[in-house]
């Protein structure tokens, strides 16, 4: 699979547990925010995403939190498990512009 | 639906050597995109196309890199002459719109420069 850099922050949590993952944001005129899955091998992919009038959202285990006033974003994903383990990216968007991605989380989940 | 499509999946080429990526966008996606991530940096934007016109290329890092859409279908990226800091794995991804949506991702290409 894909090799990751050595200094990719590693969040690591039991099976079961909620899993909170952090991302600060560049630009404060982004009005359209991503969270990207990305597998050993594979491309990143979509798993919720959020317009900068909104604060919160909802899916299917996962949440994602907006803070404008200090530009983070979290993805909460609960009940985490063995399949979860990826690296996660956060993405923003201007419009007109194109996705910048941060510098991605790798998520271990322990058995 | 079929996916983004890549290929390669992998490439091992000598520093000097030319190399052509091809991505197969989802069909009916008049948004292409190439992403790299480069020595396990961030994913950073290339180029973007709206069928088979260049909407912005503004992160093509120099001359030596090339993309085509002709006919607004597949794209290729070439890469001529290849250097050691090209290496990396290069993402092509596609979309129905582009304000608002999520791309979706091909599983990329992982070009080895040596």
């Known amino acids: 699979g894909e090799s990751v850099g050595l200094h990719l922050p590693t969040l690591s949590v039991q099976e079961g547990d909620n899993s909170i993952i952090n991302c600060a944001y560049s630009n404060s005129a982004s009005d359209y925010f991503i969270w990207y899955k990305q597998e050993s091998g594979k491309g990143p992919q979509f798993i919720i995403d959020?317009?900068?009038?909104?604060d919160k959202r909802q899916g299917q285990r996962v949440t994602v939190l907006l803070n404008k006033t200090v530009k983070h974003l979290s993805l909460q994903i609960a009940a985490t498990q063995p399949g979860d383990s990826a690296v996660y990216f956060c993405?923003?968007?201007?419009?007109?512009?194109?996705?910048?991605f941060g510098p991605g989380t790798r998520l271990s989940v322990l058995p | 639906e079929a996916g983004v499509t890549q290929f390669p999946s992998h490439s091992v080429i000598e520093k000097g050597q030319t190399v052509t990526l091809r991505c197969d966008p989802i069909?009916?996606?008049?948004?292409l995109y190439w992403y790299r991530r480069v020595m396990g940096k961030e994913i950073k934007f290339l180029l973007h196309f709206v069928k088979e016109s260049k909407q912005d290329e503004s992160g093509m890092p120099n001359n030596r890199f090339l993309a085509e859409r002709t006919g607004g279908t597949y794209s290729t990226l070439k890469v001529q002459p290849a250097e050691l800091e090209d290496s990396g794995v290069y993402f092509c991804?596609?979309?129905?719109?582009?304000?608002?949506?999520?791309?979706?991702f091909g599983s990329g290409t992982r070009l080895t420069v040596v």
């Open positions: 993405a923003e968007k201007n419009y007109g512009q194109n996705f910048v």
């Open positions: 069909s009916g996606h008049d948004n």
């Open positions: 991804a596609s979309s129905q719109m582009d304000i608002g949506y999520g791309y979706t």
């Open positions: 959020i317009r900068s009038n909104m």
